[in-house]
């Protein structure tokens, strides 16, 4: 059974610092990997999607990482601002014949400090 | 486009009532699914279709009914409502196209049941 695990649960960092957000799965069968934003409150955010194939997606300030191998995946937020502060969740996707199933981590909560 | 919608936004129900969350896309995605999120829990698949008239269970359907008779639309039915289904409920919807499979969220409803 596919588990997805994201360590550590709170992060706390000043405003400006660099930041890697870490996500891991037990069965590197993955279709693809998703990361998403949400604000108390709210919905859930996609941010970047990386492909099985893929190593890397970048968007802006965020570049997201994917290592099936060790079952691994990070996220990096550059340079980090308080409106970054939200819970950040990866999710992992088994098969494209599974395209709604999601299998979520239970996330990271990011606070950035003025 | 307006994305993906879902009412109400809030709900209080007595134990055993039944109601119906309504959830809509007009995306044209062929692939919707219900999830629910509780707090030390993440998010937890409920149910989940890959077309009009074809739905699946998920990792929690117990208690919830799902059909799908349009492209757009994806009700969820409790039956009989439980002190247990108190949680807040995301639809997404996604899509094959390029064989992405990225999933598109509802802003939630958060249901209480008393």
């Known amino acids: 059974k596919q588990e997805v695990t994201q360590i550590p649960a709170a992060l706390s960092v000043p405003e400006g610092e660099n930041l890697v957000l870490n996500c891991s799965f037990t069965d590197s069968a993955i279709y693809n990997l998703q990361w998403f934003r949400q604000d108390p409150g709210k919905g859930l955010t996609s941010l970047l999607l990386?492909?099985?194939?893929?190593r890397e997606q970048t968007s802006g300030r965020l570049n997201a990482s994917l290592d099936k191998s060790s079952g691994r995946s990070t996220l990096y937020i550059a340079a980090s601002q308080p409106g970054d502060s939200a819970t950040y969740l990866c999710a992992v996707r088994r098969g494209g014949n599974q395209g709604g199933k999601l299998i979520f981590g239970q996330g990271t909560e990011l606070s950035v400090k003025p | 486009n307006a994305g993906v919608t879902q009412t109400p936004k809030f709900q209080v129900l007595k134990t055993g009532q039944s109601m119906t969350l309504q959830c809509a896309q007009d995306m044209n995605h062929e692939y919707m699914s219900w999830y629910r999120q509780d707090p030390g829990m993440g998010l937890r698949l409920i149910h989940y279709s890959v077309g009009a008239g074809i739905t699946d269970q998920g990792e929690v359907p117990n208690g919830y009914n799902v059909s799908r008779s349009t492209t757009e639309d994806f009700p969820l039915r409790l039956l009989s409502a439980a002190p247990s289904q108190t949680s807040v409920y995301f639809c997404a919807s996604s899509y094959s196209r390029w064989n992405s499979f990225e999933q598109y969220f509802g802003p939630g409803t958060r249901l209480t049941v008393t």
């Open positions: 990386i492909q099985s194939s893929q």
